[in-house]
Nanobody
């Protein structure tokens, strides 16, 4: 059974930093696709960052490039999202998503929509105060 457990959310002043974690279990972590999405009230869920665990290749949404970094710890089957220079518009519920058995890096990094992932965590709230 695939399980994704997010942690690390909280409240922070604008300009501050947070690191989110997504602990995964229940499937083969190697060569899978993992992503971070976020959803603000009244808005649709949007892709923030994606990583192909097979080689570490990444994708970032334009809105977070240069500020957010997705990384992984293969030994712990955990993916992180380091968020720096946070802005009030980054306030949202952040979700971890997984797609096991990803065949290629190219396919993984094209998964930028909610419908592209089958497994989701419960989310962790990030609030950036102005």
């Amino acid at each position: 059974q695939v399980q994704l457990v997010e942690s690390g959310g909280g409240s922070v002043q604008a300009g501050g930093s947070l690191r989110l974690s997504c602990a995964t279990s229940g499937y083969s972590y190697v060569s899978s696709c993992l992503g971070w999405f976020r959803q603000a009230p009244g808005k649709k869920r949007e892709g923030v960052a994606i990583i192909y665990t097979g080689g570490g290749s990444t994708y970032y949404a334009d809105s977070v490039k240069g500020r957010f970094t997705i990384s992984q710890d293969n030994a712990e089957n955990t993916v992180y999202l380091q968020m720096n220079s946070l802005r009030p518009e980054d306030t949202a519920m952040y979700y971890c998503a997984a797609e096991p058995d990803e065949a290629t890096m190219k396919r993984c990094l094209s998964r930028q929509r909610r419908a592209d992932f089958d497994y989701w965590g419960q989310g962790t709230q990030v609030t950036v105060l102005s």
